[in-house]
């Protein structure tokens, strides 16, 4: 039952009714598992360019950016870095007073090699009138992750990780946010020496974002000879999913609809408008310090190269069939481009006469398009790369979650628990099609690869909604490539232990 009061919210949102009710019907049916054809591996694939082939991809990078693209780095960076220190959450409200757990002892053991370090000394200096080596000396150790994570001090359990520091340099330390820009202009600048880069952020962080791209961009431009173009945007309310209870109703918080962020896939909006050739996406936190860039250039241009490579096969073989002007044999090469180059695979098409092939593969080929680095499988939690059954009868290649696959059949689980690879999020996405309009990406998402989760609001039970992931299934109906990059270029941090790593040394 919608009242008065809802329709005002729903309106305030940008939300109708009838997505409401389409939301609860999700709830009431659940979302089906992907029917899978195989993982997919360097037999199945995953590209593994030799090194000509490499050099080819490079080149055809640097021959497209000569030209006038307009490329874009999108950076999601509105998630919260709470996460992060969890495990320091848990010690402060722990009934010990001296770190206990390996975790705890590594946190205190290394405290001076952490890149916020004398932030943090200056704060604890300020406020307690000691230093950390006196705080640790005395035992106060509680203290010290106090001035750390709450209000009082650095505030880093309330901040997104774009804006903690990360890495330790002579001339000072930096934010994930400015290591992206730094990224921005070794592999993503145009020929008139642009880069812009996108930042998806929470509306209460905006302006803390801004100011200290406004504060460093300068000089990074000046030092890699760029000009900047930092652009931000939000998570639209339009994008929000509604909560339901345990009977699939609308979950209501004094008599107000709840309603819940949908999750990265919701970004899809925000990728959407953006106007750009060639997209590129990373998490906010999978950067390293300069001394190891060179392994993150070199194959951030691979993939594009790649990328523009297999558009511009795409765009010459669209603008064949557009003529009419074609034979059997030059039908049937498009064929092979769509079935080897592309992997997408249709058994159905050796049905199909001539004039109903063609229409199959302008449909095919006129999609955006990406191509996703994936690094080997070392045992991190997340998604993986497989070959998976589409809504028309095609397969093609699919970044898919746990969640997608049903862990209940040995085969599904099987082929999850032994993939070779791992979906590290690098991608870079050509979002135009052949006669250079903009793509509606919002058309290509498969609204039947969501996932509800069980949480609680104040105690009470309740269902959550999250859209199809960003990389998962709004991109379902894109044409996708893999390609294998090295480990190296993978250095995610979700607890801050480790920034400990060497890498982010």
């Known amino acids: 039952m919608i009242t008065s009061q ?18 609860l019907s999700c709830f009431r049916k ?15 694939g995953i590209l593994a360019p030799a090194a000509g082939e490499q050099q080819a991809y490079l080149k055809a990078w640097e021959e497209y950016i000569s030209g006038d693209k307009v490329i874009v780095k999108f950076v999601p960076a509105s998630g919260a870095a709470s996460r992060m220190f969890k495990d320091l959450f848990e010690f402060l409200a722990a009934g010990y007073d001296t770190p206990t757990t390996a975790f705890e002892q590594t946190f205190f053991d290394q405290i001076h090699r952490f890149a916020f370090y004398d932030d ?40 997104p990780k774009g804006l903690l520091k990360f890495h330790a340099y002579p001339e000072g330390a930096r934010t994930p946010l400015e290591e992206h820009l ?63 209870d345990m009977d699939n109703q609308p979950f209501r918080e004094n008599g107000k609809i709840l309603f819940r962020p949908g999750g990265h896939g919701a970004l899809i909006e925000n990728l959407n408008d953006l106007d750009a050739d060639i997209i590129f996406i990373k998490n906010i936190d999978n950067v390293v310090p300069d001394r190891l860039k060179p392994d993150t250039v070199l194959y951030k241009k691979l993939i594009a190269g790649v990328l523009v490579s297999l558009q511009k096969k795409a765009f010459e073989y669209l603008e064949l069939l557009d003529s009419g002007q074609y034979t059997h044999d030059q039908i049937m090469e498009v064929l092979q481009f769509v079935q080897k180059k592309l992997f997408c ?62 862990m209940d059949d040995p085969v599904k689980k099987k082929m999850f628990e032994e993939g070779t690879h791992f979906n590290p999020v690098d991608l870079v996405c050509a979002v135009r099609s052949y006669k250079g309009h903009k793509i509606d990406l919002v058309n290509y998402v498969d609204k039947a690869t969501g996932f509800i989760s069980c949480k609680s609001k104040n105690g009470k039970e309740l269902k959550a909604l999250e859209l199809p992931g960003l990389w998962n299934g709004a991109m379902s109906d894109w044409n996708t490539v893999f390609v294998e990059v090295s480990l190296s270029t993978f250095n995610p941090v979700k607890t801050v232990n480790d920034l400990l790593r060497e890498q982010h040394q």
Do not use: W
């Open 345 to 406: 695979k249709n058994p159905g098409t050796k049905d199909l006469e001539d004039s109903e092939l063609v229409l199959y593969l302008k449909k095919k080929l006129n999609r955006p398009m990406r191509v996703c680095g994936m690094v080997k499988n070392v045992g991190e939690p997340g998604g993986g790369p497989f070959l998976a059954y589409n809504p028309d009868g095609t397969i093609s290649l699919q970044i898919l979650e746990s969640s997608q696959i049903d």
């Open 30 to 44: 659940g979302f089906p598992y992907l029917r899978l054809d195989s993982a997919a591996s360097l037999e199945k």
């Open 182 to 244: 730094v990224e921005g202009a070794l592999y993503a600048a145009g020929s008139r020496g642009k880069v812009n880069v996108h930042f998806t952020v929470s509306p209460e962080h905006r302006m803390l974002f801004k100011a200290l791209v406004e504060e460093k961009a300068g000089q990074f431009a000046a030092k890699y000879g760029v000009d900047y173009n930092v652009t931000f945007s939000e998570q639209k309310p339009s994008t929000d999913t509604v909560a339901a």
């Open 6 to 23: 809802d329709k005002e919210l729903l309106e305030k949102k940008g939300i109708s009714e009838a997505q409401i009710e389409e939301q």
């Open 120 to 159: 943090l000394n200056v704060v604890c200096l300020k406020t307690t009138g000691k230093d950390i080596p006196a705080l640790l000396a005395e035992g106060s150790y509680k203290a010290v992750v106090e001035m750390l994570l709450k209000e009082a001090g650095l505030h880093y359990g309330a901040l």
